[in-house]
């Protein structure tokens, strides 16, 4: 079955970390293009973070760079989303994408 599936979510204080996760199966994730999206209540999914297939070439939203760290494991199939001097403004939910497939999401609540 062809699916990703995100975890890592949570509640964490602002100022600080989580590290969000997303396994493939069914693919090849190092074959495609993958990116991190998110969505807050209210708003539009927006496109956060990036990483190519060829060279893992990194891209970010002007909102997180410097911040936030998109990385992959081939060995396990896995892209990462590492999340660092969270703001109560990250408050969403947090979607894994490949072409024409969404994980389910994992909710990132940041508050004190």
């Known amino acids: 079955q062809v699916q990703l599936v995100e975890s890592g979510g949570g509640l964490v204080q602002p100022g600080g970390s989580l590290t969000l996760s997303c396994a493939a199966s069914g693919f090849t994730l190092s074959s495609y293009t993958m990116d991190w999206y998110r969505q807050a209540p209210g708003k539009e999914r927006e496109l956060v973070a990036r990483i190519s297939s060829v060279g893992g070439v990194t891209n970010y939203a002007d909102s997180v760079k410097g911040r936030f760290t998109i990385s992959r494991d081939h060995a396990k199939n896995a892209v990462y989303l590492q999340m660092n001097s969270l703001k109560p403004e990250d408050t969403a939910v947090y979607y894994c994408?490949?072409?024409?497939?969404w994980g389910q999401g994992t909710q990132v609540t940041v508050s004190s």
């Open positions: 994408h490949a072409p024409a497939l």
